[in-house]
């Protein structure tokens, strides 16, 4: 069964850092690029970033650019997010999610994982 | 790159249900769907414009054509009340979502 299992969410102060990470099982990890998307409480979803199988190619959407970072290790099969300066607007669930189908503007995301609750909150 | 969605559809049981998503050149992108019901995380039930995972039922269908594509959902049943967001890849801004639009079946 392909599953995603996020950790490392929490409460934190405006300005802090947090470490988001996702296990992989199911699959072989080290062929499908990855994904963070969030989910503000009571919002929609906004995508996050991107990182490709060998870390060649790593997107960030503007809202978080220069202040998180993607990472992953294949061995491990895990991806991790790296999020500084953290801001209020950040609260949301972060959900890891498996991109599937290749080209980008061909792929899809399956599955997604249950999420991850960060809460940034003085 | 913005994708547009309805806030909201309702249908009654046993209609078709349409959600329409709107983009420019949208038409000219491949677009997934996803559910998402209360509590839970989004589910594909749509991707490469109209393929259905195994797992979805028939009912759901999608199509494109020009700058909207649209997820159409027959013989709406009460299970299929939930959230349902467009995706599509644009070279510019990335991975985007629609807004989402939530299915009300009454």
């Known amino acids: 069964e392909v599953q995603l299992v996020e950790s490392g969410g929490g409460l934190v102060k405006p300005g802090g850092s947090l470490r988001l990470s996702c296990a992989a099982s199911?699959?072989?990890?080290?062929?499908?690029?990855m994904n963070w998307v969030r989910q503000a409480p009571g919002k929609g979803l906004e995508w996050v970033s991107s990182?490709?199988?060998?870390?060649?190619?790593?997107y960030y959407a503007k809202s978080v650019k220069g202040r998180f970072t993607i990472s992953r290790d294949n061995a491990k099969n895990s991806v991790d997010l790296q999020m500084n300066s953290l801001r209020a607007e950040d609260t949301a669930l972060y959900y890891c999610?498996?991109?599937?189908?290749?080209?980008?503007?061909?792929?899809?995301?399956?599955?997604w994982g249950q999420g991850t609750l960060v809460t940034v909150s003085s | 790159y913005e994708l547009t969605q309805p806030p909201s559809v309702s249908v009654s049981p046993g209609q078709t249900a349409r959600i329409i998503c709107s983009g420019e050149?949208?038409?000219?992108?491949?677009t997934s769907w996803y559910q998402q019901k209360p509590g839970r995380s989004p589910l594909l039930v749509i991707y490469?414009?109209?393929k259905r995972p195994s797992r979805v039922p028939e009912r759901f269908s999608a199509s494109n054509s020009g700058d909207t594509v649209t997820l159409t959902i027959s013989g709406t049943q009460a299970t299929d009340e939930a959230d349902y967001y467009c995706?599509?890849?644009?070279?510019?801004?990335?991975?985007?979502f629609g807004g989402g639009t939530k299915l009300t079946v009454l």
């Open positions: 999610v498996r991109e599937v189908g290749g080209l980008k503007k061909y792929s899809w995301f399956d599955p």
């Open positions: 199911g699959f072989d990890f080290s062929t499908y690029g």
């Open positions: 990182i490709s199988v060998n870390r060649s190619y790593i």
């Open positions: 050149k949208l038409g000219e992108k491949y």
């Open positions: 490469q414009d109209n």
């Open positions: 995706q599509a890849w644009d070279n510019s801004a990335f991975w985007v």
